[in-house]
């Protein structure tokens, strides 16, 4: 899967998991709507760092924290 897959399913897995509304994750990381919704429809072939950075921070997580997780094993991820 590409990374932007595999981000949009972690943050998509933490919003269930913190009980959280992709609207107050606008809020929480400074994010435009827009930009969410590029991510969750795999607009963007890449995710820029900056997004990464916003959205850890709005889940108080660390890029540690965050990456935490087998979606991102690099078996599973594939670059173009």
């Given at each position: 899967m590409t990374l932007?897959?595999?981000?949009?399913?972690?943050?998509?897995?933490?919003?269930?998991?913190?009980?959280?509304?992709k609207y107050r994750l606008e809020k929480e990381s400074g994010l435009t709507h827009s930009a969410l919704r590029y991510i969750f429809n795999e607009t963007n072939k890449d995710v820029k760092?900056?997004?990464?950075?916003k959205v850890a921070s709005a889940f108080h997580m660390t890029l540690g924290e965050f990456f935490d997780?087998?979606?991102?094993?690099l078996t599973n991820l594939y670059f173009e």
């Open positions: 932007n897959k595999a981000f949009a399913m972690r943050v998509s897995n933490l919003l269930v998991k913190n009980n959280m509304s760092f900056s997004t990464i950075c997780d087998d979606i991102f094993t």
